[in-house]
């Protein structure tokens, strides 16, 4: 099973002429959310119309594809998966035609009983296309007893456990749900006054929405389903509340600086984040340089912080696709210096601050610092604008198994001598929190602290589903 790799975005609009239109602009303002592959599922108010492929949105999309999308509504995925199986049949959104007639769905998250679901709907006769937990959700509701779609919608989401931000579509209506923890985010906006003001749009960021001049109404809020209809919007809120555990780690890498993250602006919250970490771990140097792009922001506000000036040793080439042709020849570092190039004429003969917002197995920083030392710097001193990341994530982002995670065993002075560091600090778990006045109410920071707000199938140990049991139990 694919479960623990999907990062994705999901981006939906009901009620707006060129709705397909505008989903793709959506999807391409979060393509930093998945490369993989993309697809868009639209409704012309009868049918269901689809296109799913790999590879990028702009690629993925020329204007004959967003032609053949008709209709006033459309959902749309990008998907990303490093070491998950990556096919086609993995695609979203994923369309099925069942009883009630046809439904698209597009997911992000993971849900930590997808296997056990799978099972127990494959012993009872479901057949699945895909290898992608997000299917259990549409069998769920194919094989609901309930009547009304909505009644479908809200059995198929009691059971499943985990991390989802979704859109529905059918040839009425478009739906978004989000998980009672909250762990993905979703927003809900709205076109601006003109014809098509009143159309609404769901998406992943809302960097989507500023591409297609639609406002940021709210966050779909945690345990929320949102019906987008002939009748207008209804919201519902069908389970019981649970403690938000929204995602940390979207402030620290995966979100794009430019949008507002559960009502904060990403790029403030990374910078103050570097502030802390200059407070909590100065040192003596020349310069601060970032590891472009995620580490920017932390590396300005590191700087301004610490007084020492900001340069940019480290040059990143936008332009790097998945896959290029190695030379037969060893050139040192080749996987990072295709992508970072370490400028002489900045770091030669500097103490340098590297300032990055994360390590995961530690081998990047490696050859980072190695090539800030063959371009002459004097000392490097990685500082990193996150907690050390010691578990993996089973919400939704990519994060390797345990053992791979080079701080799930080692000490801080192993890992600066791994890295070939001068001297290594990460942000302290209290600094993270620091933007929000020290409040962690409301977050999921598992990968740093090891408390995970749901339980899962950890590397073949069950542990005990016992918060969702309780929900269960409650309702
Ligand atoms: P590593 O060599 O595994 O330590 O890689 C660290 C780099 O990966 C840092 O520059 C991070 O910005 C980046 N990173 C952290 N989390 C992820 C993720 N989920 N997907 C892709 N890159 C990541």
Redesign the pocket.
Known sequence: MDKFHD?CAVMGVYGHPEAANMVYLGLYALQHRGQESCGIVSSDGKALISHRQMGLVADVFKEDVIKRLEGQSAIGHNRYSTQGQSHLKNAQPFVVEYSQGPIAIAHNGNLVNGAILREELERSGSIFQSTSDTEVIIHLIATSKEISLMGRIVEALSRVRGAYSLLFITPERMIAARDPYGFRPLVLGKFREGPNSGSHVVASETCALDLIEADYVREVEPGEIITFGPNGMESLKPFPPVPHAKCIFEYI??ARPDSSLYGHNVYNVRKSMGRQLAKESAVNADLVTP?PD??VPAAIGYAEESKIPLEFGLIRNHYVGRTFIEPQQTIRHFGVKIKLNAQREVLNGKRVIVV??????????RKIIRMLRDAGAKEVHMRISSPATTGPCYYG???PTRTEL?ASSNSLEEIRRFIEADTLAYLSNEGMYDYFDGNRQGFCDACFSGNYPVHFEDEGHTRQLHLFDALQHRS
């Open positions: 990062e890498y995966f590891v995620s580490g990055d917002d994360s390590i995961v197995r530690g081998t990047t920083s982002i990519d994060t080079i």
